[in-house]
């Protein structure tokens, strides 16, 4: 879990972001945008990273500031769950990343993982809708909700994976290669194998 000075800087950098969408008198846009350069810096000191970094990652002002979407997809056959080589950090993930505007949270699943593995595959239900700052993943500047889906392959084709990712296969739980945890952790795995054991199991919701 993040630790709450982050969460409090992120907050106050959306509530920034927010009112300088709808403000329109100048000397509260004028604070506003004092509030957005504090909060920047306080991200900066907490991550021990240079603010412009920080500027970056927020990107521009988007009006009502709202968490972002990550797709996530787990793909299990034959006791095993099929993972992708990130070449951003050389480690392993779940297919998946950011929602699409305009594609609905499937359709963007079912399309993340064509592109990165290769493979046709339909989603059969959502398992687990995570906020990401409530869990063990590194600390970030954004805010997330995860979506993790069950999928299931429509053919045995052999993987393909594409040109925004090094590899692609297939692992069991108890082999699991160092993981791209600002993505996926452990218990994302271990709770896709439990969901596909079990799939009375209600959905885990935060």
Known sequence: MESQWLSWAKRLSALAETGLHYCQDKFDRERYEEISALSREMMASLGAVPVERVALAL?????????????R??????GKILLVKEKMDGRWTMPGGYAEVGVSAADNTVKEV?????VRVTVSRLFALRHKARHAYPP??????????????????PLDPGHEVHDAGYFSPHELPPLSEPRVIARDIADAFAFHADPRRAALID
Do not use: M, N, Q, S
């Open 140 to 157: 970030d500047v954004l805010d997330f909700y995860k979506l993790f889906f069950l999928c299931e392959r429509l053919d045995d084709a």
């Open 59 to 71: 990107g521009r002002g988007e009006g009502h500031v709202t968490p972002k979407i990550d797709v």
């Open 73 to 78: 997809a787990a793909i299990i056959d034959d």
């Open 114 to 118: 064509w592109e990165e593995a290769g």
